[in-house]
């Protein structure tokens, strides 16, 4: 990861939960998961979501264009306080390192968006819940109507969910299947 305050609060985090780890630093994001496309490095950190930018499509790219998944989260305050950032653990497959709540997160193509009612109604069937569902930018994905989803997997039935969003929605992408780890999991409160 790059060395900067707020990462090295998401590492410790990450550090909790994978143990045994150790720290390389990257001038850059690129670099940072290319080491882990080339197997040079186990993990990456990188942002993925600010409460003053919303989604940070650029590393989502990166996500895609390294072929990395999501596999574990974190929040981390600004010093300030006044902001927060989502960091993401990624790696070079799709594996789950939480064993709480987890989420879903995908991109699907449509070719009629009036067909996005279809996912709120089939997470209800199979018991996840709709974090949030975002149209992405054709830049993005490259194409047009395509949409970002986070479903919330703690109720559901997972298998049954990906059999159907795999079968219904040829052009879906995972993007991850992770928990969502804290600060105040690992010392009671939001600081470090």
Partial sequence: FLRNRQAFRAFECFAKTLGGVSVLYENNFQSACEDVAHGQAAYAIIPIYSTSDGRLGSFYRMIEKYELAIILTCDVDSDDGENMTTFALVYREHICLHTGARKLECSITFDDLSRLSDITDAAY????????????????????????VVLDLENADIDGLLCYLALEYPQMSVIGIYGKTDLAERNGNSHI
């Fill in 125 to 148: 069937y199979y018991g996840a819940g709709v974090d949030s569902i975002e149209a992405l930018p054709i830049m993005f994905s490259g194409r047009a109507g395509t949409v970002a």
